[in-house]
């Protein structure tokens, strides 16, 4: 039996390392441009065209990035779970849940990603924040003196060590858990038959249209000829523009779901464009 406890108590060792290195890198994204990300100005532009306050925008980002280094090193580690929990929240309800439950795994470009990898990290947040950070944090070393019902965040709880005075504490816990899985069974049998609604499957396009969903543009490059009409259509839930890198050819409005931008190229050559909002979505028209 102390060997069943010694493994059990690394099990949240091993979840937090990595849920912390899957934060870090999408808060290093957002807050530093780091990995390809857009930067915090790309983060908060992009942020606010979902309607989300700045305030708010720097807060997720700081939670990510901050919180996934707690977690990797086992430091505030309740705190910085929870953190990461509400940005889930958000995610889940605000980004992910219109486009239901399955990930776009065809990359189908004209509907988003569901919500399924999401409620996945959420669910692993809120199983931290039950157990703590295991074995090699270093909250077991700064605040294993603590009392957890006065500093609850940073309190490591020892799996292994596990007692009788702490089994009605574990119950209530336990209950928790219960409530939470029947919120998220509910939410499932809700959403998962539901469609997308940004789907366009049936709706006629123009000749050489460009869409813009999940934060790119399809297809690129797109090869016409001088003359031609180029046609760009947004159907994700976020605004976007059709910006030239160079010059102001392209300098469309920002464009709400189902906005459509035009443009008639009459000179050759290749033509970069972006979205303001989002500088890493980078698009090309090659006029022949």
Request: with cysteine; net charge positive.
């Amino acid at each position: 039996m102390n060997n069943i406890g010694a493994l059990v108590a690394w099990a949240p060792t091993f979840l937090r390392l990595v849920v912390g290195i899957v934060f870090f890198v999408h808060g290093a994204q957002k807050m530093w441009g780091w990995y390809g990300g857009p930067g915090l100005s790309g983060w908060v532009g992009f942020a606010a065209t979902m309607g989300t306050p700045q305030w708010l925008a720097f807060l997720a980002a700081f939670a990510e990035f901050f919180g996934g280094i707690g977690l990797i090193f086992g430091l505030l580690t309740r705190l910085s779970a929870l953190g990461i929990f509400c940005v889930m929240v958000v995610a889940v309800l605000k980004v992910h849940l219109a486009h239901g439950f399955f990930l776009n795994w065809f990359m189908e470009p004209n509907r988003g990603h569901g919500y399924e990898y999401s409620l996945t990290l959420l669910a692993a947040a809120v199983s931290i924040m039950l157990t703590g950070c295991g074995r090699l944090g270093l909250d077991n070393k700064m605040f294993a003196g603590y009392n957890k019902f006065l500093v609850w965040s940073v309190y490591p709880m020892s799996l292994e060590r596990l007692g009788a005075e702490r089994r009605g504490t574990m119950k209530a816990k336990l209950g928790w858990a219960r409530v939470f899985g029947i919120v998220i069974l509910a939410v499932l049998s809700l959403s998962c038959n539901k469609k997308s609604t940004s789907s366009t499957v049936g709706i006629p396009l123009p000749r050489n249209t460009v869409i813009i969903a999940d934060f790119s543009f399809s297809p690129t490059p797109l090869n016409i000829s001088v003359g031609d009409t180029v046609t760009w259509r947004n159907n994700g839930p976020s605004g976007h523009t059709v910006t030239s890198d160079t010059g102001n050819e392209l300098n469309s409005a920002l464009l709400g779901r189902g906005g459509v931008y035009t443009h008639i190229f009459n000179t050759a050559g290749m033509h970069d464009y972006h979205c303001a909002p989002h500088p890493f979505m980078r698009g090309r028209v090659v006029v022949q």
